[in-house]
């Protein structure tokens, strides 16, 4: 039989109590701690977005730069190679110019020579006009009609300016049919095909050659 005295009682409720309390204290303390881990944590978390996110701000900005650098290179290599070109085909008229201004009339027997007249600008009637200013210089237009080039697929209406082609070899006709025009443009075509020493394509400047007004 076991007697419990109101001293014995007393002693185990307040032991019951302080056991309590600690282990109340003891849970304080670590939900205190797991606030404080879930606190860093987001905190880590932040940091970590935020170094990702300058990483990335960092190399779009590396790219963007690339990219611009490539661009202006592009750009200056395609504006050097188009400045050359022009020169080059500046440096070419002006040695025709200068031929052309030499050649002054030294063709003898011009009618001997046969002449092709061809459309290049696309205006009706064009090709025939410019023919009547050729026989009037004393040579013979032996054929008229709409440009087609040399192993192209059909007629080509976009002739810019109008060029004297050289058929046969005979470079001086050619640079004297350019001088009654006043056109610049002379090249070398020759052709076993076409049976004319001289080809004439009258390009869309066909306003601004001799004779036209």
């Known amino acids: 039989m076991i007697i419990i005295t109101e001293k014995s009682y007393l ?22 701690r797991k606030r404080f881990d879930n606190i860093e944590g987001r905190k880590n978390k932040k940091n970590l977005l935020l170094n990702i996110s300058l990483v990335l701000i960092l190399v779009l900005i590396v790219y963007l730069a690339h990219s611009l650098f490539e661009t202006d290179e592009v750009e200056n290599k395609e504006f050097i190679e188009s400045s050359e070109k022009k020169v080059e085909k500046t440096a070419e008229k002006s040695d025709v110019k200068k031929e052309v201004k030499k050649i002054e009339s030294t063709v003898d027997n011009r009618s001997a020579y046969k002449i092709q007249v061809l459309n290049g600008c696309g205006i009706g009637g064009v090709a025939v006009r410019f023919t009547n200013i050729i026989r009037a210089n004393g040579f013979d237009v032996a054929e008229t009609g709409n440009y ?37 443009v002379v090249i070398k075509q020759l052709s076993k095909d076409i049976m004319v020493d001289v080809s004439v394509v009258i390009g869309r400047d066909y306003r601004k050659l001799k004779g036209f007004k």
């Open 11 to 32: 002693g185990y409720f307040f032991k019951y109590q302080g056991n309590s309390r600690m282990v109340k204290r003891k849970r304080r303390k670590i939900d205190s």
């Open 148 to 184: 087609v080039p040399l192993g192209g697929d059909g007629i080509d209406f976009n002739v810019r300016e109008t060029m004297i082609i050289d058929r046969s070899g005979e470079y001086d006709l050619a640079l004297e049919i350019a001088r009654i025009l006043g056109t610049d």
